[in-house]
């Protein structure tokens, strides 16, 4: 690493003001603080110094997200073949998973970080740190066949559209990934829905052995079949048809286990939407109008994208509620919404997302309200004390 450091002090002045390689100043800055913890001190006024700058904690998600796509990976390699009837070991099955995603991955962290670097370099800015998470986030919530053009477009929209336009990383309203997701749900319907999306090869015409239909769980239990349903056990581990990354609650939990012990997700969204989830599970359990909403509650939050939506969607610090207590309320609406759009609106038969989106929104309402409720009860204590 020495020797790194000392290359890298010896080319930066090329970069620097009146290098010849001045105007990109931000391209190398944002490789030099990759690599190592920038150099920069506070010279006046108190300042919380602290090492754990943003690019650390986007790696520490990014660390946190690395065994749902593990588990991912194998998994495509697992549903392609069962789907052929053909058994093959765990090393054959993540092999074939691994060059499926490697592609999606490439073409993701490359137009993301492409856009993202030319915007810096346009406006003068640095590099914004926060497309490290959103790059590695989009392969995994997107169906295994999605063409790489869909997926292109789909990533320029979330740093465009999702992100620039607010100002960049920070000043986004709505989280970048699940706009991608969201552009790819309504723009190309028949790429990110119904039974033959989920698994490697069936859209394209792979001929399933008899029995095997591709269908999610949510799929099922829209359709009715709730008898046709997984265990909870084969979807708490995973083994299911789905997006990359969101089948494997147990893989998940992994994540959230490192979020929280890190300090870099908020466990208090990620508990409060887990209870608003379960809550409304509940409260469809005792009307039970269709078989949709016979489920059981807890079985309810094993099911599709919710658990990855709620440990690593809800809790994007940027486009959460930022107050204490808003987070408990921001995220236990999360989960009412999610499952209520879920079983009561056949249209979208995943509803994590458009709950977030949705609560994205509200945020800040949430906080605004928190704050003016703390300003009241320290008025009126401020009060009796002067009486």
């Known amino acids: 690493m020495k020797a790194l450091r000392k290359y890298v002090d010896k080319i930066k002045p ?37 090492p754990l700058d943003m690019k650390r904690t986007m790696i520490v998600v990014v660390v ?8 991912g990976m194998w998994n495509i390699g697992y549903q392609h073949f069962l789907a052929l009837g053909e058994q093959v070991s765990l090393g054959q099955a993540f092999w074939f998973g691994f060059l499926k995603m490697l592609p999606i991955i490439v073409v993701s962290y490359g137009v993301g970080l492409g856009l993202e670097f030319l915007f810096a370099q346009l ?3 640095e590099v914004n740190e926060g497309f490290l998470v959103t790059g590695f986030l989009i392969p995994l919530i997107v169906p295994v066949d999605i063409p790489l053009w869909m997926l292109a477009l789909a990533v320029a929209f979330a740093v465009i559209i999702g992100k620039e336009v607010f100002g960049g990383t920070g000043m986004n309203i709505f989280n970048p990934a699940l706009t991608a997701r969201a552009f790819l749900f309504f723009a190309y319907p028949a790429w990110m829905s119904g039974d033959q999306v989920w698994v490697a090869g069936l859209k394209h015409g792979l001929q399933a ?101 709620m440990v690593f969607m809800a809790t994007d610090p940027v486009t959460s509620s930022q107050t204490e207590t808003g ?51 320290r008025l009126k204590r401020a009060k009796v004390s002067v009486q």
């Open 14 to 50: 090329h970069f620097e003001k009146g290098g010849k390689f001045e105007a990109f100043h931000s391209t190398f800055e944002a490789f030099e603080t990759f690599l190592f913890v920038p150099d920069k001190v506070t010279t006046s006024g108190s300042h919380i110094r602290d």
């Open 64 to 71: 946190a997200l690395v065994p749902a796509m593990l588990f």
């Open 123 to 125: 406006r003068g800015h």
């Open 209 to 309: 052995v008899d029995g095997f239909s591709g269908a999610t769980p949510l799929a099922e239990a829209a359709a009715g079949k709730i008898d046709q349903l997984p265990s909870v056990w084969h979807m708490f581990l995973g083994t299911i048809p789905g997006s990359i990354g969101e089948t494997s609650v147990l893989a998940i939990l992994i994540g959230a286990f490192i979020l929280i012990y890190t300090g870099i997700g908020s466990w208090k969204i990620m508990l409060s939407a887990f209870t608003g989830g379960l809550v409304m599970g509940l409260i469809l359990n005792l009307f039970a109008a269709n078989p949709y909403m016979e489920i059981p509650a807890w079985e309810q939050l094993f099911m599709g994208g919710f658990a990855f939506g």
């Open 327 to 377: 987070k408990w309320i921001y995220g236990f609406l999360v989960g009412i919404m999610a499952i209520l759009i879920r079983v009561l609106n056949p249209a979208y038969p995943e509803g994590v997302m458009l709950a977030i989106l949705l609560m994205n929104v509200f945020a800040p309402l949430i906080d605004h309200y928190v704050v003016e409720a703390n300003i009241k009860r």
